[in-house]
Structures are given as structure tokens and as C-alpha cells.
């Protein structure tokens, strides 16, 4: 799938668990692809994944 940026890093830095977990678990974009999405870097999504303690084990319990 081809990625391009179509949103702005001040929309990264306002996303919460559940938005962040639907474009990460749900739509399956890699941090990769999530980066390019807003442009930022890939360092500040693995940051925001792991400050809201996001793997992909607990990733499926939440979408239970």
C-alpha cells in the first residue's frame, strides 16, 4: 500500500490510544507507513507506541 502524508505532526501529537491503536492494529499500517502518514519520524511513533504500552500481544487483547 502506498502512503503518502495526509495529515500534519500537530494531528500525531494529538492522537490517543484508541485512534492510534485503529491506524496501527486495525488498519495495520507499520510505524513506517504511520510516519510517513504524518510526517514525523519514524523514532517519534515507536516513542508514542511505547509510551501508550502498545505490543503487538496486548494490541490484540484491546481489539477484544
Sequence with gaps: MKITQTNTPDDFKKLDIYEFHQLWFNEALTDRQMAKKFGVTLEEV?????????????????FV
Design 46 to 62: 515507536k516513542e508514542k507506541r511505547k509510551s501508550f504500552g502498545l505490543n503487538w500481544f496486548n494490541s490484540a487483547m484491546l
